[in-house]
T-cell receptor
Framework: AQKITQTQPGMFVQEKEAVTLDCTYD???????LFWYKQPSSGEMIFLIY??????QNATEGRYSLNFQKARKSANLVISASQLGDSAMYFC??????????FGAGTTVTVRA | DAGITQSPRYKITETGRQVTLMCHQT?????MFWYRQDLGHGLRLIYY???????DKGEVPDGYVVSRSKTENFPLTLESATRSQTSVYFC???????????????FGPGTRLTVL
């Protein structure tokens, strides 16, 4: 079974608008972590934000926030005030007890001027 | 420069040849990982290592061999390359859980491998 599901293969967003990228996960491990990575066209993997399963508050890092709904097993990434440089592929990933990461298939975001 | 490096960055080889992809990190991270990235699959774990001389299989280990004689190096070998192993390969590293319970992984720049 897929551990991480990203249902949006691609999205378009207007510059300065907000965009939400969906991520659902599946685990029976009570202690886990959720990550979002950005992969621009140059190919490198850039860490954006982290949410631990026991964290009470949603994580935020600048224009990135993670909408964590534990009961629904979702960890959506919200990018506020989109910029042209936000055009990239975005991956959701989950770390379980064994410290390995499981990745979703990714969502391509294209920001339009 | 400190960090995590991969070599070569690009490699073209032929079916049946042996290929070794190198990964080197300067952070003294305990954990190291090899992933492959294919369209529609995201990144999939090939092998990982929790410490020198300790390695374990990931999701897609078939056709690959790893070793870790030194903490800073984690080479990945394709013993007899096949076309299905054409992919982008990423190496990553992280601290041990005692130092970083979050388990953030730091990625190398990737190696684009083409098997003809």
């Amino acid at each position: 079974a897929q551990k991480i599901t990203q249902t949006q293969p691609g999205m378009f967003v207007q510059e300065k608008e907000a965009v939400t990228l969906d991520c659902t996960y599946d685990t029976s491990d009570p202690s886990y972590g959720l990550f979002w990575y950005k992969q621009p066209s140059s190919g490198e993997m850039i860490f954006l934000i982290y949410q631990g399963s026991y964290d009470q508050q949603n994580a935020t890092e600048g224009r990135y926030s993670l909408n964590f709904q534990k009961a629904r097993k979702s960890a959506n990434l919200v990018i506020s005030a989109s910029q042209l440089g936000d055009s990239a592929m975005y991956f959701c990933a989950m770390r379980e007890y064994d410290y390995k990461l499981s990745f979703g298939a990714g969502t391509t975001v294209t920001v339009r001027a | 420069d400190a960090g995590i490096t991969q070599s070569p960055r690009y490699k073209i080889t032929e079916t049946g040849r042996q290929v070794t992809l190198m990964c080197h990190q300067t952070w003294s991270h305990s954990y190291m990982f090899w992933y492959r990235q294919d369209l529609g699959h995201g990144l999939r774990l090939i092998y990982y290592s929790a410490a020198a001389d300790i390695t374990d299989k990931g999701e897609v280990p078939d056709g690959y061999v790893v070793s870790r004689s030194k903490t800073e190096n984690f080479p990945l070998t394709l013993e007899s390359a096949t076309r299905s192993q054409t992919s982008v390969y990423f190496c990553a590293s992280s601290h041990a859980p005692s130092l970083d319970p979050n388990g953030e992984q730091f990625f190398g720049p990737g190696t684009r491998l083409t098997v003809l």
